[in-house]
């Protein structure tokens, strides 16, 4: 009949993280010794690579969350806020002037967060609570906002509804980003869940959906992968 069967364990049970449905799950290698985040409803957890599970409270929100860390520190937006744990409390995270966050990610234990609806981003340094205000700087090559934020070893990549723009740091204290010349593309971004860092060829890159509903990887430029049925 042409088919193949290959017969695989059975599945058993690992976890069981809250009564309601999963809106977010993360770990990175490093982070809050190891431990998974999740978020159940509105119920966020830690939890061991053995499967105990502790509460760590409640997170506002019914939307889908996106996640990033640092050794002690995660910072996790859900429907335009944007809170930090260390696995024991959850504090609320305010950009300044009212702003509200728009993506995340972290590079040299930074936290890097765009404004919704703007090219403007903020960093967030190891031991500050909130960005301080003149922590700032603009992806302005094209006017178009920041949708998503990728990292691919030391490089930024702002992905806005239109185009990329990729940074790097720089060292200095008083600038400490910068945009990298003819680094600059044509490629917007659907959506910021669409967004995943992986590898290709042993190399690190970013895939994410574009503007046009084409899939293109970013590795030095982005290239389309995806073919007309996608």
Excluded at 129 to 158: C, H, K, M, Q, Y
């Amino acid at each position: 009949d042409k088919m193949s069967r290959v017969t695989l364990p059975t599945l058993e049970l690992f976890s069981t993280v809250g009564a309601d449905p999963i809106q977010g799950i993360w770990r990175q290698a490093g982070s809050l010794d190891d431990n998974w985040l999740t978020i159940s409803g509105t119920t966020l957890c830690s939890l061991s690579d053995i499967g105990e599970v502790s509460v760590i409270g409640t997170l506002p929100g019914t939307g889908l969350a996106t996640f990033s860390g640092n050794i002690d520190k995660v910072l996790i937006l859900r429907d335009d806020r944007l809170f930090s744990t260390d696995g024991v409390a959850i504090t609320e995270v305010f950009l300044p002037d009212g702003q509200l966050p728009g993506a995340i990610n972290c590079i040299d234990s930074v936290f890097i967060i765009s404004v919704k609806g703007s090219y403007r981003f903020y960093w967030l340094n190891p031991g500050e609570t909130d960005p301080d205000p003149l922590n700032f700087a603009s992806a302005e090559r094209f006017p178009d906002p920041i949708v998503s934020i990728g990292i691919i070893s030391d490089e930024i990549w702002f992905i806005g509804t239109d185009s990329v723009e990729v940074w790097q740091p720089t060292g200095d204290q008083d600038a400490p980003y910068t945009r990298i010349n003819g680094r600059s593309f044509l490629n917007g971004c659907a959506s910021d869940l669409s967004t995943v860092t992986t590898y290709f060829q042993s190399y690190p890159c970013l895939i994410w959906v574009t503007d046009k509903r084409e899939v293109v990887l970013g590795q030095g430029t982005p290239q389309k992968i995806s073919n007309i049925a996608v």
